[in-house]
Structures are given as structure tokens and as C-alpha cells.
């Protein structure tokens, strides 16, 4: 199993772009969302998803969007990107009581 | 504010016990977790306990929770410098889809 994959791995965005941070999981598992973590704070959760076509908002959703079609793939959409957004970008997938977190994201926006 | 609290900075000496405190403040909480984060790494999931235990034991790891006081501590024997990281405690609630609320994290020094 691969576990959490995400991509790609570091990103640079100009203000006003958009782009798309990619996930997926090879666990079947129901439960996946996303996390943000700035310096020297814990993670803060961007949405959530309980499973294929159900997705939620979590502490810290304006300026994302997500989408969840298949059990596997949960990606993350920046609509226009801000410097308020450079962050490191982790997704999770989630069994009942396990957490399993991907590599994260390095995204700056300039 | 933070609905989980961490201590910021520990620093111990290499084969000394480290203990990592954690205060949490939904008493609803159901599972409540440890994960490491090694510099420039993802979150790796160390341990976890059911918030109808007091105590669980994994190798050199022993969790405890004390649900009256909404505590919850890590303690790590015979610690290493490889033990150098950040330690975050984060708590779910089942009936949220098993989201996490973390703390800020607490920053483990091993000195040689």
C-alpha cells in the first residue's frame, strides 16, 4: 500500500492563480480531509469528507473548495490564490479510530 | 482559542524519561491521539487511547488520561536523540467523522 499520496510535493503560485493539490489514498478508507499548518502551529482543518459525494467545512475553509467523486481521491482546489494561504498543506485518510497523514505540500504564494 | 493546549519546548537528556503534557477541553472527545513530526516530515500517528481508558502502554510510550481533569500526557522512557521532534496531541469526536482538533505542538530537545 502507498498509503497518503500528495502532489506535488512544493508549488509557488503568483497571487490570483488558482490551482489544484492533489490526494489520494489506497486504504478504502471512508474518512479523508485536509489540514493546513502554519509556522509553529498545530494543523487546522480546511474541510472534510465522510465519504464519496459528501464533503464538509472544517475550521478554516474560505478560499477552498473540494470535491470527493470516488472513495480514493480527495483533492483541493485554490480559487485565487492569497499570501494569507502560503502554508504547508497536509491531506488524511481515516479508518474508525486511525489517522493516516500524506507527506504535505509546501505552497507559497507571492 | 485553542480547544487543545501543549506545553511548547521540552528538553531532556538522552536516556532520561521525556514526559509531553496535553490539556483538552470537549469532554465528548472520543479518541484522543500523539503524532510525531520530524523536521520537514508529515504526521506520523504514534499512539492513540479510547476516552474510556486511563492508561495504554506501547513499547517505550505510555500514554495516560485523566478524563476528569481533561488531561493527557506522553512519556516517553529511555529517550533518544532520534525522540527530537515535535509532539502534537489532537482529540476526536466519532460523530465528526473522526476530524481532528490539535495543539500547537511541543517542541522535544534531546541532549547527548
Known amino acids: 500500500n502507498a498509503g497518503v499520496t500528495q502532489t506535488p510535493k512544493f508549488q509557488v503560485l503568483k497571487t490570483g492563480q488558482s490551482m489544484t493539490l492533489q490526494c489520494a489514498q489506497d486504504?478504502?478508507?471512508?474518512?479523508m480531509s485536509w489540514y493546513r499548518q502554519d509556522p509553529g502551529m498545530g494543523l487546522r482543518l480546511i474541510h472534510y469528507?465522510?465519504?464519496?459525494?459528501?464533503?464538509d467545512q472544517g475550521e478554516v475553509p474560505n478560499g477552498y473548495n473540494v470535491s470527493r467523486s470516488t472513495t480514493e481521491d480527495f483533492p483541493l482546489r485554490l480559487l485565487s490564490a492569497a499570501p494569507s494561504q502560503t502554508s504547508v498543506y497536509f491531506c488524511?485518510?481515516?479508518?474508525?479510530?486511525?489517522?493516516?497523514f500524506g507527506p504535505g505540500t509546501r505552497l507559497t504564494v507571492t | 482559542g485553542e480547544d487543545v493546549e501543549q506545553s511548547l519546548f521540552l528538553s531532556v537528556r538522552e536516556g532520561d524519561s521525556s514526559v509531553i503534557n496535553c490539556t483538552y477541553t470537549?469532554?465528548?472527545?472520543?479518541?484522543l491521539y500523539w503524532y510525531k513530526q520530524e523536521p520537514g516530515a508529515g504526521l506520523q500517528l504514534l499512539t492513540y487511547i479510547f476516552s474510556n481508558m486511563d492508561m495504554k502502554q506501547d513499547q517505550r510510550l505510555t500514554v495516560l488520561l485523566n478524563k476528569k481533569d481533561k488531561h493527557l500526557s506522553l512519556r516517553i522512557a529511555d529517550t533518544q536523540t532520534g525522540d527530537s521532534a515535535i509532539y502534537f496531541c489532537?482529540?476526536?469526536?466519532?460523530?465528526?467523522?473522526?476530524?481532528?482538533?490539535f495543539g500547537g505542538g511541543t517542541r522535544l530537545m534531546v541532549k547527548p
Open positions: 489532537a482529540e476526536s469526536l466519532h460523530n465528526a467523522g473522526n476530524m481532528l482538533t
Open positions: 488524511a485518510s481515516a479508518s474508525d479510530y486511525e489517522q493516516y
Open positions: 486504504m478504502n478508507h471512508e474518512y
Open positions: 470537549d469532554s465528548s472527545s472520543t479518541y
Open positions: 469528507s465522510v465519504g464519496a459525494g459528501i464533503t
